[in-house]
């Protein structure tokens, strides 16, 4: 791949955005309003295998880092630039298309917000850090 892809930035960026995830969907921030949201009780969250839960998680999530790397990968990309290209990517793609299910799928406004506001602070946290370690 032709520019700058550091495969170390993608993994960092990677693990920020599970960082940022679970601060995001904590107690201490949203993870209330996210499980009230859900319909979900704390029985409900220990249901299912952590591993294959945490394990393809971050699998997923290399895979988007490596995908918003890809596009920030030219010469010309400065670190402003790689920010707002992660707001964009996660308010603009992932936020509003997860918005659009959740419309149909009859979710709550509070599930659009806070499952949106994660994507787009991750991505823009993801971007920071593509962008600052070329």
Do not use: H, Q
Not at 28 to 53: H, T, Y
Not at 62 to 71: D, E, G, K, V, W
Request: with cysteine; proline share 3%.
């Amino acid at each position: 791949m032709e520019g700058n892809f550091n495969i170390w930035a993608v993994i960092v960026a990677a693990a920020a955005n599970f960082i940022v995830g679970g601060m995001w969907y904590s107690p201490a921030l949203f993870g209330r309003v996210w499980m009230r949201a859900n319909g979900f009780s704390e029985a409900d969250l220990k249901k299912g295998s952590p591993a294959m839960i945490f394990g393809v998680s971050f699998i997923f999530c290399l895979i988007m880092s490596a995908n918003l790397a890809a596009f920030l990968a030219g010469p010309e990309t400065t670190l402003a630039f790689a920010v707002a290209a992660g707001v964009a990517a996660g308010l603009g793609w992932a936020a509003l298309g997860l918005g659009v299910v959740a419309l149909f799928e009859r979710r709550p406004w509070s599930y659009i917000v806070v499952n949106g506001g994660y994507l787009t602070v991750s991505f823009a946290v993801m971007g920071a850090i593509l962008g600052a370690w070329r």
